[in-house]
């Protein structure tokens, strides 16, 4: 069989994941969007193209490789994942956000609050985001931002280039922003960088990028504050606790007693850094909520 992992390199995925253990495409089932059409018909073109036997399941969202399914493996498919469906919405899961997530329930402990500013776009011909968050913030402000090149760590941010219309030029493969600006060192040489972030940040990317003789400038376009609730619920025991940033990891125990039965699912190696040394988290194996919630739901 061709190398499949080359293939699905090459193919840089935003909506789909490969499960190497189920030989299996994976949708992001909170997206239905034409972005998930078109990155659908791409996996299987190139699979096709290659001459590796799939089949589909679940109205698109699986695409498995080697291997055709009977009427009775698909029948049997749909009633097993109605009960995962039932057994995982029952479990207490927990977003410190307001994103709505299958199988999570939401605490917003921040708010994003957007700034206006003035930005000359002709002046750079490359963006870089490590959040979702900037990329709406810039598309707020000026619009074509879209036809300028985009590179950006973790998936999240890389839905919203692409919902937004952006130019993805980039996603990191790695999960951790010092691993991203190591990354992004061989593919900015001789740009003209622009950073948009927002009031906190774990490591200066764009002094690193000059750092490289890369010319690197950097923009504040949002702000992330804490938000305390109006009624502070208790939460359950054996309650799985999604930290996506380190600002979540200050909120949460701003807010919250940690209970010894709680676990805590990091969403990569940097907000890993944050937690008391009390606590120990369970690292996500990719930088997504969905990859979080996946990990919460098997502990």
Known sequence: MKDIKKIITSLNLVYFDYDYEKNLFINDVDYTNENVKKEFFKITYILSKNNILFDV???NTLIAINKRFTFFDKILKKVQ???DNYNNSKANIYLLN???KRWAKNIPLFKIDYLKKEIDLTKYDSLVFTSQNAVTAIDNINESWREVPSYVIGKESAK???ELGGNLKLIAQKSNNYDFTNELVSKLTNKKVLYIRGNKVTSNICTELIESNISCEEII????NYVEPLTKETLPKNSKIIFSSPSTVEYFFKTFNWDYSFKAISIGKTTLKYFPSNIKPVLSEKTSLNAC???AIML
């Not at 376009?221 to 992330?224: I, M």
């Open 57 to 59: 399941l679940e109205k």
């Open 81 to 83: 994942n109605r009960i």
């Open 98 to 100: 307001n994103q709505k």
């Open 160 to 162: 919203k280039v692409k």
């Open 221 to 224: 376009l949002y702000e992330n």
């Open 293 to 295: 919630i996946k990990k």
